[in-house]
């Protein structure tokens, strides 16, 4: 089963397979290998997709569709169609996700993945002898609130909204922001333990901006209010009531629309 980082993905796949498998292509590097020597080879051209890309709002590039429609070609020969996955590091789920709109290598994807499991971060204190994250307490658990930039906790990759499991071996289960705080606080400068399950509370949904620049939702202080009918967020999942913490892989918490918000919005 494919995996896709947005419906929009999933819609030109799905018709770029469609259109490979019914015109049976022939793909282009065969011909030249087989071509006599002097011959003249032809590049294969892949017909529009179909219904429009326009029907959608999208205005995707024609060469990006063609080389999404070539590269599914490569991989069903014999005019079976397959999803081609992304080109990503093993063992994550974007290894596995086919994305001919977002691309393969798209940075604020790869920042925004939230991983399954338990990893381990190792840090240390500054001159000043602090760390770079506050931490709160929230249904028994010890959360991620706040991580300054430069930090040592930022350059370990802790994020906004990671669970803290352990500390130097001590479960922070039941743990008061307080107490996890002078855990942190007593903790010695040179190397610091910390087991974190990432941000269990928080979804990551890819979306594409239209023909007009927009993405199709409406927020006030962080906070999703409205969804345009038809739009890449209506498509993707977007609901309201819900908070905008990251962009591309950027915290936006607390920052005001007219400041860096927008700045950061290439797709979200």
């Not at 947005?6 to 793909?27: F, W």
């Not at 240390?124 to 991580?147: D, E, P, Q, R, Y």
């Amino acid at each position: 089963m494919s995996m896709y980082p947005s419906l929009e993905d999933m819609t030109v796949d799905k018709m770029a397979r469609a259109q490979v498998t019914n015109s049976h292509p022939v793909a282009a590097p065969a011909m030249a290998a087989s071509a006599p020597a002097g011959a003249v080879v032809t590049e294969i051209t892949y017909p529009a997709l179909y219904p429009s890309l326009g029907d959608m709002g999208l205005a995707v590039p024609e060469h990006m569709v063609q080389d999404h429609m070539r590269a599914v070609a490569q991989y069903a020969p014999q005019g079976q169609a397959v999803a081609v996955p992304v080109q990503a590091s093993s063992g994550t789920a974007l290894s596995t996700m086919v994305a001919p709109i977002t691309g393969s290598r798209e940075v604020g994807v790869m920042r925004s993945e939230i991983k399954q499991g338990i990893r381990e971060v190792v840090l240390c204190k500054n001159t000043k002898g602090k760390c770079g994250l506050a931490v709160k307490s929230i249904s028994k658990g010890v959360f991620v609130a706040f991580v300054y930039k430069d930090s040592p906790a930022a350059m370990a990759g802790l994020r906004f909204g990671d669970q803290i499991l352990q500390i130097n071996g001590e479960t922070m289960a039941g743990y008061s922001t307080d107490k996890a705080t002078k855990v942190l606080a007593k903790a010695a400068p040179e190397r610091i333990a910390i087991a974190v399950r990432d941000r269990p509370f928080e979804r990551t949904i890819t979306m594409q901006k239209d023909s007009g620049n927009h993405i199709g939702f409406v927020y006030r202080k962080g906070k999703i209010e409205k969804i345009v009918k038809d739009s890449s967020a209506a498509r993707n999942g977007i609901l309201v009531d819900h908070y905008l913490v990251e962009v591309n892989g950027q915290n936006v918490v607390g920052l005001s629309v007219s400041n860096r918000v927008l700045q950061c919005v290439t797709f979200c």
